[in-house]
């Protein structure tokens, strides 16, 4: 589902919209417009054909996911299962019962889901077990040693 966007175009543009982008034309350009026009552009029409995508996955093989409907149940090592309801504007796909891929046209939505997510089980520092994203670092720390 999509959401609708709404877009007030200035006196000296015409929008055109297709089935999946907006193209924008200038009709006059007026001196004082310039920076408008520039800063409309970069702003709005760059948002629109942008797509939000995140991922999340889990550094250790007995902590599963799994997604029925708009319901995602998470195993993470804990006596109970999770489970997570689907906001409305985001679409989650569970590859391998270990990849989460969180995507929607809203970036800010998309990231507030991904943190959501990571936040029932974060990454430790010593074994690097819990949830993170693809792109996440995680430094492990030496354990204790015997001397």
């Known amino acids: 589902m999509r959401k609708a966007l709404i877009i007030t175009a200035m006196a000296a543009m015409a929008l ?88 929607g046209p809203d970036k800010q939505l998309v990231g507030e889901v991904a943190a959501r997510i990571r936040r029932y089980k974060k990454p430790e520092p010593y074994k690097g077990k819990g949830v993170r994203y693809s792109d996440e670092h995680v430094v492990i720390k030496p354990g204790k040693t015997n001397a």
């Open 16 to 103: 055109s919209v297709s089935a999946a982008k907006v193209k924008v034309k200038k009709v006059a350009e007026p001196v004082e417009q310039m920076p408008t026009w520039t800063e409309w552009h970069d702003l709005q029409v760059n948002e629109v054909n942008r797509y939000g995508l995140r991922t999340n996955f889990f550094a250790y093989e007995n902590e599963q996911a799994a997604l029925a409907g708009n319901k995602l149940t998470l195993n993470l090592g804990y006596s109970h299962a999770i489970e997570y309801i689907v906001p409305e504007g985001v679409k989650l796909t569970v590859t391998d019962g270990v990849k989460i891929v969180v995507a």
